[in-house]
């Protein structure tokens, strides 16, 4: 509790509080928190997006053979358990502008990933999503299949029972993940400054402006910390009971 | 009988130790008597190939010594330096970074030891056609620089305001070889890096350079920490970073002689 809790009550207790507002009102300290509220909210609704469909295929693979059953699942937790760094590096070989892929966006498209507000989008979803996916499928797996099969019994279509029977069942916990991938996204760093780079306005999210912020101002990278801090806090009470990813209330 | 033996046995180690000891004279390269222990140098990035190779040119002097590196963004490691972090030795890109930690009380005379100059950098081949510091405003151009509060950057900084220009980059990265790295990959197409920093990339990149880069040379200035955990060693490397053997690795790498 202490190794957890101390760090925090440093920063509370060293922080400059009376030169808060005049530290935190700063045009770029303003404009890294837009873009870090910005982007994770987008990062999140992709997340939810691609999550939720990943995570209902997961959760009903019980019948698939067990090696691409592993692998998927390995695939999906990869992110979680990769430095962000090096995650980074990854999205910079297949989206750069020599990249797997970017090569062939860059060539007929003339579009370039890196150093935009897309690519720091894409950074979170990538470190982040699996916090979604593995909530929901948890959900999922311990959600009574009856009500689904009784469902299809009473002459729903598929796509009526997902919508109508599934979705509801796990909404929490989808709400949940959402907001674990929310505060993750916030977060980001290591994968956003080595795939997108940082520019104020662009790509400099709050997290890469506090590092910056500890070589010109420490008290305004304490400032930038708090803030951080508060709103990981705001998010995470927010979610009461139910923030381990696959344990529902 | 047995307290014979132990003396006679006491007695003989003793007269052979002292043998050892006596042939081991320390080779003339060596300091007298000979250092031991690791000196920590906390140096900046655009030093990591000639500190490197002057690292192992002191070690070979000074078998007892083990020096660890640590590069990074001048600015970076003068903040850790700073906050309290074991280093022995700092080599910094400019004078202002060494004067955080003058400040802070914790380094007292320092020594320029080399001169350095801007370049602008292009991935081998040119994709992007640069020729010089005007190419670097297309807004079509991924640019690369240096953020402000690292030397490379104010350096930058500098030389725009003296040629009246503004640049449009599109990332300011934390270290100058950070920025080397985004043209390497390609991923740039123009940035501006240290003249060293070009050579020590090699085929990977091709360097222009720029008139007004000759107006903001970069003086590096190294110094011993006063906290320093193993101080004659570290003294002892500054010497050797100042001496001729290591001067010619760092004409070798494209580094200046200070004025």
Not at chain 2, 213 to 232: C, E, K, M
């Given at each position: 509790?202490?190794?957890?809790g101390?760090p925090?009550?440093?920063?509370?207790?060293r922080?400059?509080?009376?030169?808060l507002?005049e530290?935190?009102?700063?045009?770029e300290?303003?404009?890294a928190?837009?873009l870090?509220?910005?982007?994770?909210a987008?990062?999140t609704i992709?997340?939810?997006i691609?999550?939720?469909?990943?995570?209902?295929?997961?959760?009903r693979?019980?019948?698939w053979p067990?090696?691409?059953r592993r692998l998927?699942?390995a695939?999906?937790t990869?992110?979680l358990?990769l430095?962000?760094?090096?995650?980074?590096?990854?999205?910079l070989?297949?989206l750069?502008?020599r990249?797997?892929?970017?090569?062939?966006?860059?060539a007929?498209?003339?579009?370039?990933?890196?150093?935009?507000?897309?690519?720091v989008?894409i950074a979170?979803?990538?470190v982040?999503?699996?916090?979604l996916?593995l909530?929901?499928?948890?959900?999922?797996?311990?959600?009574?299949r009856r009500f689904?099969?009784v469902?299809?019994t009473?002459?729903?279509s598929r796509?009526?029972v997902?919508?109508?029977?599934?979705?509801?069942?796990?909404?929490?916990?989808?709400?949940?993940?959402a907001?674990?991938?929310?505060?993750?996204s916030?977060?980001?760093?290591?994968a956003?400054i080595?795939f997108a780079?940082?520019f104020?306005g662009?790509?400099?999210?709050?997290?890469i402006?506090?590092?910056?912020?500890?070589q010109?101002?420490?008290n305004?990278?304490?400032?930038?910390?708090?803030?951080?801090m508060?709103v990981a806090?705001?998010v995470l009470?927010?979610l009461?009971d139910?923030?381990?990813?696959?344990?529902?209330? | 009988?047995?307290?014979?033996a132990?003396v006679?046995?006491?007695a003989?180690t003793?007269?052979?130790l002292?043998g050892?000891a006596?042939s081991?004279?320390?080779s003339?390269?060596?300091?007298?008597?000979?250092l031991?222990?690791?000196v920590t140098?906390?140096?900046?990035?655009s030093l990591t190939?000639?500190?490197s190779?002057?690292?192992?040119?002191f070690e070979e002097r000074?078998?007892?010594?083990?020096?660890?590196?640590?590069?990074?963004?001048?600015?970076?490691?003068?903040?850790?330096?700073?906050?309290g972090?074991?280093a022995d030795?700092f080599?910094?890109?400019n004078?202002?970074?060494?004067?955080t930690?003058?400040d802070a009380?914790?380094?007292?005379?320092?020594?320029?030891?080399?001169t350095?100059?801007l370049?602008?950098?292009v991935?081998?081949?040119?994709?992007?056609?640069?020729?010089?510091l005007a190419?670097?405003a297309?807004?079509e151009?991924?640019i690369?620089?240096?953020?402000?509060?690292?030397?490379c950057?104010?350096a930058?900084e500098?030389a725009f305001a003296a040629?009246?220009?503004?640049a449009?980059p599109d990332?300011?990265?934390?270290?100058v070889?950070?920025v080397?790295t985004?043209?390497?990959?390609?991923?740039a197409?123009?940035?501006?890096?240290?003249r060293?920093d070009?050579?020590a990339?090699g085929g990977?990149?091709?360097g222009?350079?720029?008139?007004e880069a000759?107006d903001v040379?970069n003086?590096?200035p190294?110094?011993?920490?006063?906290d320093a955990?193993?101080?004659r060693a570290a003294?002892a490397f500054?010497?050797?970073?100042?001496?001729?053997?290591?001067?010619s690795v760092?004409?070798?790498?494209?580094f200046?002689v200070?004025?």
């Amino acid at each position: 509790m202490a190794v957890l809790g101390l760090p925090l009550v440093a920063l509370i207790v060293r922080a400059p509080w009376a030169q808060l507002p005049e530290l935190l009102g700063r045009t770029e300290t303003i404009a890294a928190l837009l873009l870090s509220l910005g982007t994770s909210a987008l990062a999140t609704i992709v997340s939810v997006i691609l999550g939720v469909p990943l995570a209902v295929v997961l959760a009903r693979s019980a019948s698939w053979p067990a090696i691409p059953r592993r692998l998927m699942r390995a695939l999906v937790t990869v992110p979680l358990v990769l430095p962000p760094v090096v995650g980074g590096v990854a999205l910079l070989l297949l989206l750069g502008r020599r990249g797997l892929i970017g090569e062939w966006l860059n060539a007929w498209w003339g579009v370039s990933i890196p150093f935009t507000t897309s690519a720091v989008m894409i950074a979170q979803v990538f470190v982040a999503m699996p916090f979604l996916v593995l909530a929901v499928e948890g959900a999922l797996r311990s959600s009574d299949r009856r009500f689904e099969v009784v469902a299809a019994t009473l002459g729903a279509s598929r796509f009526t029972v997902f919508r109508r029977i599934t979705l509801p069942l796990v909404a929490p916990a989808v709400a949940a993940g959402a907001l674990l991938t929310f505060t993750r996204s916030l977060g980001e760093f290591g994968a956003t400054i080595t795939f997108a780079g940082s520019f104020p306005g662009v790509t400099q999210t709050l997290p890469i402006a506090t590092y910056l912020e500890l070589q010109r101002d420490p008290n305004a990278a304490i400032a930038l910390s708090l803030l951080l801090m508060g709103v990981a806090v705001i998010v995470l009470v927010s979610l009461r009971d139910r923030w381990v990813p696959g344990v529902t209330a | 009988m047995r307290r014979t033996a132990t003396v006679a046995l006491v007695a003989t180690t003793v007269f052979v130790l002292a043998g050892c000891a006596s042939s081991a004279e320390p080779s003339p390269a060596q300091s007298d008597p000979a250092l031991t222990g690791t000196v920590t140098v906390f140096a900046a990035a655009s030093l990591t190939e000639s500190f490197s190779e002057i690292e192992k040119q002191f070690e070979e002097r000074n078998p007892g010594v083990d020096v660890v590196l640590n590069f990074g963004g001048s600015s970076t490691l003068a903040e850790q330096i700073v906050q309290g972090a074991p280093a022995d030795v700092f080599g910094a890109a400019n004078p202002q970074t060494m004067k955080t930690v003058v400040d802070a009380s914790l380094a007292t005379e320092q020594t320029i030891f080399v001169t350095n100059t801007l370049e602008i950098v292009v991935p081998a081949g040119n994709p992007g056609g640069v020729t010089g510091l005007a190419d670097l405003a297309r807004p079509e151009l991924a640019i690369a620089l240096c953020a402000q509060e690292v030397p490379c950057g104010a350096a930058t900084e500098q030389a725009f305001a003296a040629a009246g220009f503004s640049a449009a980059p599109d990332t300011l990265e934390q270290d100058v070889k950070a920025v080397l790295t985004k043209v390497r990959l390609g991923e740039a197409d123009a940035g501006i890096v240290y003249r060293t920093d070009v050579k020590a990339a090699g085929g990977d990149v091709v360097g222009i350079p720029f008139d007004e880069a000759a107006d903001v040379v970069n003086d590096y200035p190294i110094s011993t920490l006063t906290d320093a955990p193993n101080p004659r060693a570290a003294r002892a490397f500054v010497e050797f970073v100042l001496s001729d053997a290591a001067r010619s690795v760092f004409d070798e790498a494209g580094f200046g002689v200070p004025q």
